[in-house]
């Protein structure tokens, strides 16, 4: 069993930047891949960044790439995504969650375990 939290979220202008943190709890975050989705208004969940168990491996959806920066602590049991040069269609409810082992990280249907989601609002 994992619980996710996020946080971090805010109102940022276009072209700054924030930090979400997403801090899980149960002894086995180390042994799950990790990823950042997000959903706008009336939007379908999209995948936005994952990193693997260890933090060796990450990817990324071509919208956030060189702009965003997913990473992991373990001993903190913390997940983080650096925003940068954000934009208006940024916008979005953003949700962290752990990967179930040997599934497409693309998928949301793939991650057993979703944070209640931080909001993040970028204003042109």
């Known amino acids: 069993q994992v619980q996710l939290v996020e946080s971090g979220g805010g109102l940022v202008q276009a072209g700054g930047s924030l930090r979400l943190s997403c801090v899980a709890s149960g002894r086995t975050f180390s042994q799950y891949g990790m990823g950042w989705f997000r959903q706008a208004p009336g939007k379908e969940r999209e995948f936005v960044a994952v990193?693997?168990?260890?933090?060796?491996?990450?990817y990324y959806a071509d919208s956030v790439k060189g702009r965003f920066t997913i990473s992991r602590d373990n001993a903190k049991n913390t997940v983080y995504l650096q925003m940068n040069s954000l934009k208006p269609e940024d916008t979005a409810v953003y949700y962290c969650a752990a990967l179930n082992s040997g599934l497409n990280y693309y998928y949301a249907a793939s991650y057993g375990y979703w944070g209640q989601g931080t909001q993040v609002t970028v204003s042109s």
């Open positions: 990193v693997s168990w260890s933090g060796g491996s990450t």
